[in-house]
């Protein structure tokens, strides 16, 4: 990737407009895997064309599947069936996916052959025990780099269903394990600290495969297969929220959000800016794949400061980047605990979130858990993305409401999760420019 900074100033007219980002990350991870091992050909709409989501394609195809692109944000996937994945003498490149890499570690440990996990800078240096510690308990032979990737998944192993209670609310390490109780005998049980994202859970159902699910449980046995089907990704809230924000602190400012996914497990952040003072109203809300859908509307309003609270952290926990920039120009203190699971991200968020705000004048105090951030007026500096796509992101808009520009180191990893951020920024108002 070619080195890319960002420089983003305070826009001449309020935000104004429409805009349509893209499709959910989460959701295309997904449904690439179970089109793959489903009996049959699926198509996949609304597919995110993101870094993340083409590696994941690229590993599959690597494994044997055969995948086309009919258009952009299309997808074509002829599953090979739950046991038709062919082994790949070449190591199977995850990028800077966390998702690809653990629910692929999932679906690998049930194949009859050896796999290899590799990925970039970033991802190298994420938790991998997370996962590989239940699934050894469900006979798995992975090996790691004292807990981090590469991965060496040995096949061949029988797996069996384990009952899990996970440490940590993580929707990766409950979808890795589901995906490898596919393969094993008898029952897989995962229960979660505080519910998570259940796209796994309801694309299993899609696509045919008997498992009883509500929000902290999930229970699947082995045995079963997975019919193809077709998966329409809705816009990924993650992506809106960077919209959501930047509406609410630029004055005069009213955007629309169409079609966005409103899966409950992912709209914390929504919760946390009406909590605020934000003005945030959903439209025209229906089901689109079993997933509700709506289209969002965000208008200018004072932000003031909370003690956010920790039952929403996992409904957010990519949000928080985009919440610290809205939290320092808030009016008086935010207070955010119970998220320490922002350190093991792309980057540790919390540290380069403060970091940065800190270069551009913020009050902010790190905890190991959190931060407690003092609104105020951000002045303009030089900060580093540390190769994040969400921190690049959240300090764009900084630069909307700082006193000067705000340069962003390195912003190229914004494609992993967010292709054509800038254009569709600048088409609503932003000041962002590529520097070099
Ligand atoms: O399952 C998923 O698709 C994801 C789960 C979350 O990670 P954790 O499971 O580590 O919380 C989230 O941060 C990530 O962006 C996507
Ligand atoms: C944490 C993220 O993704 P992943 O874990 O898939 O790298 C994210 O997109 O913010």
Same mark, same amino acid.
Not at 343 to 349: A, F, Q, T
């Given at each position: 990737m070619?080195?890319?900074?960002w ?5 001449r007219?309020p935000l104004?407009? $429409?805009?349509?980002v893209p499709?959910d990350?989460?959701?295309s991870h ?5 089109? /793959?091992?489903?009996?049959? =050909?699926?198509?996949?709409r609304?597919?995110?064309?993101g ?5 994941t394609?690229?590993?599959l ?5 055969? &995948?086309?692109?009919p $258009? /952009?944000?299309?997808r074509v996937?002829h ?7 062919r ?6 490149d995850?990028?800077?996916?966390g998702?690809?890499?653990r629910l692929l ?8 052959f ?6 970039d800078a970033? @991802?190298? +240096?994420r938790?991998m ?6 699934l050894?308990l469900?006979g798995?032979r ?5 807990g981090?990737?590469?991965?060496q ?5 029988p797996?069996?269903? &384990?009952r899990y209670?996970l440490p940590v609310a993580?929707a990766?390490? +409950?979808s890795a394990?589901?995906?490898a %109780? !596919?393969y094993g005998?008898?029952?897989t049980e995962i229960i979660e600290?505080h519910p998570?994202? *259940?796209?796994t859970?309801r694309?299993l ?5 008997p498992?009883a699910?509500?929000p902290?449980?999930a229970?699947?046995e082995g ?7 077709d ?5 990924d809230f ?5 919209? @959501?924000v ?5 004055p005069g400012s009213?955007l629309?959000l169409p079609?966005?996914g409103l899966?409950?497990r992912?709209t914390g952040?929504?919760?946390a800016l009406?909590l ?8 025209? =809300?229906?089901?689109? %794949?079993?997933?509700?859908?709506g289209?969002l509307?965000?208008?200018h309003a004072?932000?003031?400061g909370v003690?956010l609270?920790?039952?929403l952290v996992? *409904? ?7 919440l610290? &920039?809205?939290?320092s120009?808030a009016?008086?203190?935010?207070v955010?605990?119970?998220? /320490?699971?922002?350190r093991?991200?792309e ?5 380069t979130?403060a970091t ?8 902010i105090e790190?905890t190991?858990?959190g /931060?407690i951030i003092?609104g105020?007026q951000? %002045?303009?500096?030089s900060? =580093? ?6 921190i690049?992101?959240?300090f764009?808009?900084?630069?909307l409401?700082?006193?000067g520009p705000v340069?962003?180191?390195d912003?190229?990893h914004?494609?992993?999760?967010f292709p054509?951020? !800038? =254009?569709l920024?600048n088409?609503?108002?932003?000041a962002l420019?590529?520097?070099?």
């Amino acid at each position: 990737m070619n080195r890319l900074d960002w420089s983003s100033s305070r826009p001449r007219r309020p935000l104004h407009g $429409s805009v349509r980002v893209p499709g959910d990350k989460s959701v295309s991870h997904r449904a690439l895997m179970l089109a /793959a091992i489903a009996d049959g =050909e699926s198509r996949i709409r609304g597919f995110l064309e993101g870094e993340d989501t083409r590696a994941t394609a690229a590993v599959l195809a690597q494994l044997g599947v055969r &995948i086309e692109t009919p $258009s /952009a944000g299309e997808r074509v996937v002829h599953g090979v069936g739950l046991h038709g994945l062919r082994g790949s003498s070449q190591s199977l490149d995850c990028g800077n996916a966390g998702t690809g890499m653990r629910l692929l570690t999932g679906l690998l440990a049930g194949q009859a052959f050896d796999s290899s996990l590799i990925g970039d800078a970033s @991802l190298s +240096k994420r938790p991998m025990r997370r996962v590989t510690d239940p699934l050894a308990l469900m006979g798995a032979r992975i090996d790691t780099r004292d807990g981090l990737p590469p991965l060496q998944v040995h096949g061949g192993q029988p797996l069996h269903g &384990i009952r899990y209670e996970l440490p940590v609310a993580s929707a990766q390490v +409950k979808s890795a394990l589901l995906l490898a %109780g !596919l393969y094993g005998v008898g029952e897989t049980e995962i229960i979660e600290p505080h519910p998570t994202r *259940d796209y796994t859970e309801r694309m299993l159902a899609a696509f045919g495969w008997p498992i009883a699910f509500e929000p902290g449980r999930a229970k699947l046995e082995g045995g079963h297969a997975l019919r193809a089907t077709d998966v329409n990704v809705p816009a990924d809230f993650s992506s809106a929220a960077f919209f @959501l924000v930047a509406a609410s602190i630029v004055p005069g400012s009213e955007l629309r959000l169409p079609a966005v996914g409103l899966n409950p497990r992912r709209t914390g952040l929504l919760h946390a800016l009406r909590l605020m003072g934000a003005d945030i109203t959903i439209e025209h =809300e229906c089901a689109s %794949g079993g997933e509700p859908v709506g289209d969002l509307l965000v208008r200018h309003a004072p932000l003031h400061g909370v003690e956010l609270p920790e039952s929403l952290v996992p *409904d957010m926990i990519d949000e928080f980047p985009a919440l610290f &920039i809205a939290a320092s120009v808030a009016g008086g203190r935010t207070v955010i605990r119970g998220a /320490a699971e922002l350190r093991v991200k792309e980057s540790d968020r919390i540290a380069t979130m403060a970091t940065g705000l800190r270069t551009l004048g913020a009050a902010i105090e790190e905890t190991p858990d959190g /931060a407690i951030i003092h609104g105020g007026q951000l %002045g303009s500096g030089s900060v =580093e993305s540390h190769l994040d796509h969400r921190i690049a992101m959240s300090f764009a808009l900084a630069g909307l409401v700082a006193s000067g520009p705000v340069r962003i180191d390195d912003c190229s990893h914004v494609a992993t999760s967010f292709p054509g951020f !800038l =254009e569709l920024a600048n088409g609503c108002g932003f000041a962002l420019q590529s520097v070099s």
